[in-house]
């Protein structure tokens, strides 16, 4: 962000990561006169200064740091911010009126740090910490803006699984398991997600589980041992999609971020708590289940939809009453071929699911020799020919009255595109809703009379047998007219709503092979995502040796896209690679004019620091980045380009298609010790936080890539 005020010019020290002067590692000394009223502070300069300049000044004097402690600084700051502000569990709790100091500073630290953090070529990370999970985390699922993260954990007795809640932002530092649910088997496919259940904000949890269709099975294999994706002895198992309600208000009468740690005091409520897990329902299939949806309508009515594989949606209400499944109208150029639906989402804002489905034939089930053969008996100049991969959406409103089945035509669709038997692994699709503010939230977020925010954009990953590494496609809203009668989600103050739009002109994806000779490479290297609307994180891991709760990561990087980030670049752009709809840089400066109450006996937050807030816009000098290669469309170097296909030495030369807005981060700045024989990673976008757990010990690591306030205490 750029300077507002003369003197201060480097913010940070880069050794210490403490606030200091230009050219000093030491603090400047305070002054104790009071050179100016504390009211023509609080109304007139500190709304006025942008974050660093706020930091900067607070080491000028006692009576500029008093003030800037002044919750109602940083609440003003809030309420005329441009910054997007990560998202806050959806309770009166996290109201902008009982909002802390500590808690709307953190809130707009983040929202300030992220975005630069992630312009870099390398991201920092700011700060690394630990969670003790006391057991084996084997999936893991964060709430978006870091109060909370959900676990799918295992025993020393490889036999007992559960369900576990953990604190993951308490006092600002630390992190615990506080309410457990226990599982007959392995939990996977895990979602977890802010919803209203019967007017109670809390934690919606979904997941899949197998068990033995019959006890005798129980000494041919153990279930808790088959990879989530797998068909293996689907002759002797069962599928179960459970769902859980956790109410935040237990949650947030066990612990109080603004009174010091009493553990004596924490047992004290949690004996005093029900029982905090609810089962809202639980779906039974013989047929594989998977890729859990939880979500509400346009009502605020949350529901699950899952894919019962190959071909079928279950849909059900949480608030009650049966289900229903819909199966999809098979293409019409295409009906004689078995189709399989490869992934989807829920769109609130249109009442539609995006669907991604398969024409042709399942990779899983062909046979190797009768494939090469069949390729074979190809004429030279003759190219192999499916299967047919598309996109539709089908309007949910349309689906059957509960406890029927219907068959749905899709309402749009796009191009069908021919992969040439380059068979789709794995589609991934970003969830439109994740962090949106709820139809009855009451935190800051809560819904304005304007209407709705405008959705984020849309991603589809695919991951290609021949194809090295991923491709992806992003799918923008578009503004329509909205109806002139009633108040949908879609509707803003100026009459015009959001929708994504599927073109039936223009395949979404097309996957081109490898050349020949170079095929191989899939062989040694596997590319996954870690799913963000804006910020996208995607890993490598080698295939040979890796396993599904225990694999070591080669390269770990973020996909840095202007058109996601949807606001201007920080590099400069040719003009033909301007993206149109890109709005004008947002203001560093905060205006408020509003009158403020001075409380004179505020807290004293001088052992309060701020890590991960620095002018730097390129590569931090850490690690020998000075000769590192620039990011430019792929990732690459100043030097040559490698041939199509080639590798680099951390396996991710040739991720994604070359684009001129679009590049991939260098390696994080995270410990390579942090990257091997890892059990369980996921992240949150909103934050940018990284958790790994890992296959040896029942530690969480933790990685900070925006900067917060954080206790010099605990931080030492």
């Not at 995270?670 to 296959?695: N, Q």
Request: with cysteine.
């Amino acid at each position: 962000m750029g300077q507002r005020t003369s003197g201060f010019v480097d913010l940070t020290n880069t050794n210490s990561q403490t606030i200091s002067l230009p050219n000093s590692k030491q603090k400047m000394p305070s002054m104790s006169s009071r050179v100016l009223n504390d009211d023509v502070i609080l109304d007139h300069i500190l709304p006025n200064l942008d974050l660093k300049d706020i930091l900067a000044v607070r080491q000028v004097s006692d009576q500029m740091r008093q003030c800037s402690n002044q919750p109602a600084v940083w609440k003003r700051i809030l309420a005329n911010t441009g910054h997007r502000l990560p998202p806050l569990p959806p309770t009166a709790r996290y109201s902008l009126a009982n909002l802390s100091r500590f808690e709307a500073e953190r809130l707009y630290t983040r929202s300030v740090s992220l975005p630069t953090q992630w312009d870099q070529d390398q991201p920092r990370c700011v700060r690394r910490w630990e969670i003790d999970a006391q057991r084996k985390v084997l999936e893991m699922a964060l709430l978006p803006g870091g109060q909370y993260l959900v676990a799918s954990v295992r025993d020393r007795n490889p036999t007992r699984h559960s369900i576990e809640v953990f604190a993951s932002d308490f006092q600002y530092s630390m992190g615990f398991p506080f309410a457990r649910f226990t599982t007959p088997t392995k939990a996977f496919n895990l979602r977890a997600k802010y919803l209203t259940f019967q007017g109670q904000p809390g934690i919606v949890i979904a997941y899949i589980r197998r068990d033995y269709r019959r006890e005798k099975f129980k000494s041919e294999f153990d279930v808790n041992r088959i990879m989530p994706d797998s068909d293996w002895f689907s002759s002797k198992v069962k599928y179960e999609c459970v769902v859980l309600h956790v109410p935040l208000k237990s949650l947030e009468h066990l612990f109080n971020n603004d009174v010091p740690w009493d553990c004596r005091e924490y047992h004290t409520r949690a004996r005093q708590q029900p029982r905090p897990f609810q089962v809202l329902t639980e779906i039974t299939s013989r047929a594989r289940m998977s890729v859990p949806v939880i979500d509400e309508d346009r009502n605020g009515t949350p529901f699950v939809a899952v894919l019962k594989h190959p071909d079928r949606i279950v849909y059900k209400n949480l608030d009650g009453g049966l289900g229903c499944t819909m199966y999809c109208e098979p293409h019409p150029t295409y009906d004689q071929l078995p189709h399989a639906i490869m992934a989807f989402t829920f769109l609130r804002h249109q009442h539609q699911f995006l669907l991604v489905r398969r024409a042709g034939d399942d990779p899983d089930v062909l046979d190797p020799a009768a494939t090469a053969e069949h390729l074979a008996e190809l004429a030279p100049d003759e190219d192999p020919s499916g299967p047919y991969y598309f996109a539709e959406l089908y309007n949910v409103d349309a689906l059957c009255a509960p406890g029927t089945s219907s068959t749905r035509v899709a309402a749009q669709w796009t191009a069908v595109h021919d992969a040439g038997w380059n068979f789709w692994r794995h589609v991934w699709i970003t969830d439109p809703s994740a962090g949106l503010a709820l139809h009855a939230d009451a935190s800051v977020h809560a819904p304005r009379p304007q209407g709705p925010a405008k959705p984020p954009p849309i991603t589809i990953f695919v991951q290609a047998v021949r194809s090295y590494g991923l491709v992806f496609n992003t799918f923008f809203p578009e503004p329509v007219p909205a109806p002139l009668h009633g108040t949908g989600d879609g509707q803003t103050e100026e009459g015009y709503g959001y929708t994504f739009v599927l073109s039936a002109d223009d395949a979404f994806i097309e996957t081109d092979p490898l050349p020949e000779g170079v095929e191989s490479l899939n062989n040694v290297y596997e590319h996954r995502v870690l799913l963000g609307a804006t910020r996208p994180v995607i890993y490598t891991i080698p295939r040979e040796g890796s396993r599904a709760h225990s694999f070591k990561i080669q390269m770990l990087g973020g996909v840095w896209d202007e058109g996601l980030l949807d606001r201007p670049l920080s590099v400069p752009l040719l003009p033909e690679e301007t993206q149109e709809g890109v709005g004008p840089p947002e203001d560093d400066v905060d205006d408020g004019d509003g009158d403020v109450e001075n409380d004179d006996d505020a807290e004293d937050e001088d052992a309060a620091m701020v890590e991960g807030v620095d002018d730097d816009d390129g590569v931090d000098e850490m690690g020998g980045d000075e000769d590192a290669p620039q990011g430019d469309g792929d990732g690459g170097g100043d030097g040559d380009e490698p041939e199509d296909g080639a590798e680099d030495e951390d396996g991710m030369s040739d991720i994604f298609e070359d684009s001129s807005r679009i590049r991939v981060s260098h390696q994080f700045d995270v410990a390579l010790e942090d990257l091997g024989d890892v059990s369980a990673i996921a992240w949150d976008e909103t934050i940018g936080r990284l958790c790994i757990g890992y296959a040896g010990n029942s530690k969480i690591a933790v990685f900070d890539f925006a900067g917060a306030p954080v206790p010099v205490d605990t931080h030492a």
